[in-house]
Nanobody, 122 residues
Framework: QVQLVESGGGSVQSGGSLRLSCVAS????????MGWFRQAPGKEREGVAD???????SYADSVKGRFTISQDNAKNTLYLQMNSLKPEDTAMYYC????????????????WGQGTQVTVSS
């Protein structure tokens, strides 16, 4: 059974940094994609960044140059380093995983974590 558990959210001031972590268990696929998504109140869930089993990454335009996605395969952990945070980054952040290639569609992801809240104040 696949489980994804996020941590690292919190409240910071504009310009601050946070690092989110997602520990994966029960996931044994050799070809996969893992991503970070976020959902602000009243808005649709959107993709933030993803990384595949080859280490290729992609980012939403809104976070390029500020966020960095990475993974530590030895620890089965996905990270999202968030720098220069803005109030518009405030949202619940979710870790997700799917077999094979990456996709920007949330409906392509089968496995989801419970989310971790990020709040950025101005």
């Amino acid at each position: 059974q696949v489980q994804l558990v996020e941590s690292g959210g919190g409240s910071v001031q504009s310009g601050g940094s946070l690092r989110l972590s997602c520990v994966a268990s029960g996931y044994t696929y050799s070809s996969y994609c893992m991503g970070w998504f976020r959902q602000a109140p009243g808005k649709e869930r959107e993709g933030v960044a993803d990384i595949d089993s080859d280490g290729s990454t992609s980012y939403a335009d809104s976070v390029k140059g500020r966020f960095t996605i990475s993974q530590d395969n030895a620890k089965n952990t996905l990270y999202l380093q968030m720098n220069s945070l803005k109030p518009e980054d405030t949202a619940m952040y979710y870790c997700a995983a799917r077999v094979d290639y990456c996709s920007h569609s949330i409906y392509e992801y089968k496995y989801w974590g419970q989310g971790t809240q990020v709040t950025v104040s101005s």
